[in-house]
């Protein structure tokens, strides 16, 4: 199978030697709740390379944190990861089947953690009240890197002071009531990263903060994930926060990824209409004053259905009848790095459309497609 | 935390000033004294007194004095501990007290003790497995527990004991160790005897806090922190005992307050329905004879015992949780 997309050109890259952090592959979470399956992520395939920081993107509840907390195994019940693969390669050590063990095995908890770590939406939540930050932290680095109390706790004034935290040693003392938001998150993210995980899943980890505040969060983030060489899943649907973070961006939509690019090609050519409609709904300087701004038409569907065909058909200005609504487009190469799930770039067998009308960068020549029926 | 202490410990004195004087006044409002009520049981019994023992009687209790005055000959006293002589039983309140009150607040701390040491484990499981079979059957025993009045659990309790175990129920001890000095017979027949009275006390309490613990604890268990531990490698069983039943204590160490007074007045009914040497009929008596000086020492004893309570309450509550911390 020759693939051209730029997560397989790593992979292949050395001498077939695995490039990246983390693999999900058909990902399903399901919620069975009294009034049905709520599908909260449907067939998600995700390849994190190392070093990198990839963006996911999409409305609320499009499944983008639930695809976070599967890879932890945390998915909140009654959610299950009902099917999928997911792969870790950790930097030491041989890769690990991560669904294969059970969600409160030792296994599973050696590699919360100690291989992948979590940072939450609400700095003002996330911390535990009753204890001092330091004894956070230090429950981390006591589970996986040192039992020797005196260590732990230096290295948790160490880590304090790189997340820009001043006073570090006072503050292993210091309860979370006492901090305010931007330093709790900063001390969250070092509670995240006193093991040097591989992976950090950040889920929206500045939406709670204000701007000011957000982008000294961000600047830690990205100087401590160049120094520990970790990679990043970051959360989001701020694209502001995407365009100044991230690698490559994955754009979900109801469970779904419907386009995989690098950052600047994104923003230069988003080419999934959801995509496109998102980047317009995102409000310029400039605009006059009463303009209305522009949102995307219609609304989620009920969670407990199921869209036949493409799932943002109903929502989609240049849905193809007979097509969209029938058949569900496969995530496909569009160009060398571009992956699309639309079937204005491909035809229902795979191939890809002749002429791109939505395009205008087709230069780079047709991708191979994997002759695959949709 | 000294300066908040010694800060809570002078608005208790004042509570109490305030306090005795209000169930001072409260008692004495009613028309009728103790004496009267006395004369007329005397009557009933084919008695009868002059009307200058009566008067005697009258002034020796200073019946007329202005109410200021008794309050102030009362309070000098009791302050030293004397409270007083009880009208109706005519012996000193606090002989008539101290006599039961070892019985009381030993039984409460037993229910106390049974219903913690119950509600809290039962509670966590509860609510870490909800929507089970386990789940379903600790909520109707809730349900059970909750609602089943308590005279009527002491007397199924009575029944199932002398039937079924075929044991001498009601009162503390058998017949034959009634009176005797404490010794090791004497203890065993005292806990053969004493698991009813416990259990009827803590039925309703146990239910109550496991209702508490577990809805409180579910709250936690959606808290952001819960899933930081977890994210963390924390192993489930950690992150349930020490993260999560820390912060929901709360509201159950709030009732710790004022369950308190429960120790000396909670168990009237079922002491009446199982014959308890305790402090609970006492103060009923009391309260009915307007034996005031005896009515008021309890009342004061279960103020007290509130202001203790909450004062506990508020000294664990700082411990559980920094944030209640002063300065």
Redesign the interface.
């Known amino acids: 199978m020759v693939t051209t997309s730029a997560v397989a050109e790593a992979k292949v890259s050395a001498n077939g030697q695995v490039d990246n952090v983390i693999e999900l592959e058909d990902l399903h979470v399901h919620f069975h709740t009294k009034l049905g399956v709520v599908r909260a992520v449907n067939g998600v395939t995700l390849e994190i390379p190392r070093g990198k920081v990839v963006g996911v993107v999409g409305e609320s509840g499009c499944g983008k944190s639930q695809t976070a907390f599967a890879i932890m195994q945390l998915v909140p019940p009654p959610g299950r990861i009902v099917a999928g693969k997911i792969v870790l390669y950790p930097k030491n050590g041989p890769p690990v089947n991560v669904l294969r063990y059970d969600r409160n095995s030792d296994e599973m908890r050696a590699i919360r953690g100690g291989h992948v770590s979590m940072i939450f939406q609400e700095p003002m939540t996330a911390l535990n009240p009753v204890y001092p930050v330091g004894d956070q932290i230090m429950e981390a680095i006591l589970l996986h890197q040192t039992t020797d109390k005196k260590e732990a706790a230096a290295r948790a004034v160490d880590i304090l002071g790189k997340v820009g935290l001043p006073n570090p040693k006072r503050l292993l003392g210091t309860y979370p009531h006492e901090l305010s938001g931007g330093m709790r998150q900063r001390a969250m993210i070092a509670l995240a990263l006193s093991c040097t995980p591989d992976l950090l899943l950040a889920d929206e980890p500045t939406t709670a903060l204000d701007v000011t505040t957000q982008a000294q969060i961000l600047d830690v983030m990205r100087e401590l994930q160049a120094e520990i060489g970790m990679s990043i899943l970051f959360v989001t649907h701020n694209l502001g926060v995407i365009a100044q973070m991230a690698d490559e961006v994955a754009v979900m939509y109801l469970g779904q990824l419907v386009e995989r690019a690098p950052v600047e090609e994104l923003f230069d050519e988003p080419r999934h209409p959801y995509t496109r409609a998102l980047m317009r709904s995102i409000p310029h300087l400039g605009t006059p004053r009463h303009a209305r701004l522009n949102v995307i038409e219609g609304g989620l569907p009920n969670q407990y259905s199921q869209v036949p065909g493409c799932a943002f058909h109903p929502r989609c200005p240049v849905a193809q009848p007979g097509l969209c609504d029938v058949y569900q487009p496969a995530l496909r190469p569009v160009t060398p790095t571009v992956e699309v799930s639309c079937f204005l770039y491909h035809n229902l067998d795979g191939t890809p459309v002749a002429a791109p009308t939505q395009t205008a960068s087709s230069g780079t020549g047709p991708p191979l497609g994997d002759a695959l029926p949709a | 935390m000294l300066n908040f202490l010694i800060r809570r410990v002078s608005f208790m004195v004042i509570s109490m000033i305030a306090i005795s004087i209000l169930s001072f006044v409260l008692i004495e409002l009613p028309p009728g004294s103790a004496i009267e009520v006395k004369l007329q049981q005397l009557r009933q019994q084919g008695g009868d007194m002059t009307a200058e023992q009566v008067r005697g009687l009258e002034e020796r209790y200073g019946i007329h004095d202005p109410i200021q005055v008794k309050y102030w000959k009362w309070i000098s006293r009791a302050v030293k501990g004397d409270f007083g002589q009880s009208f109706q039983l005519d012996r000193p309140v606090k002989s008539l007290i101290w006599a039961r009150l070892g019985f009381s607040v030993l039984l409460s701390s037993f229910a106390l003790v049974f219903s913690w040491g119950l509600s809290i484990p039962l509670g966590v499981y509860s609510a870490t497995h909800r929507y089970t079979l386990p789940d379903y059957v600790i909520q109707v025993l809730q349900f059970v527990g909750v609602a089943i009045p308590q005279f009527l659990l002491a007397l199924l309790l009575l029944v199932l004991a002398s039937r079924a175990f075929n044991q001498e129920v009601g009162t503390l001890f058998s017949q034959q160790f009634k009176n005797a000095p404490w010794s090791l017979p004497r203890l065993l027949d005292f806990l053969r005897h004493v698991w009813i009275p416990v259990v009827v006390l803590a039925v309703g309490g146990t239910a109550g806090l496991t209702r508490i613990m577990r809805a409180n604890l579910l709250d936690v268990l959606g808290?952001?922190?819960v899933?930081?531990?977890?994210?963390?490698?924390?192993?489930?069983h950690i992150v349930i005992w020490k993260?999560a039943v820390?912060?929901a204590l709360h509201p159950l160490i709030m009732a710790l307050g004022t369950t308190l007074p429960l120790l000396i007045s909670g168990e009237v009914i079922i002491s009446i329905v199982l014959n308890l040497p305790t402090t609970g009929p006492m103060y009923l008596q009391a309260l009915l004879n307007k034996d005031m000086y005896l009515a008021v020492a309890f009342l004061l004893m279960l103020s007290l015992m509130l202001l203790i309570g909450n004062l506990l309450a508020d000294i664990l509550l700082a411990w559980?949780?920094?944030?209640v911390r002063l300065e």
């Open positions: 808290q952001q922190y899933q930081t531990a977890r994210s963390k490698g924390v192993a489930e993260h820390r912060n559980v949780d920094p944030r």
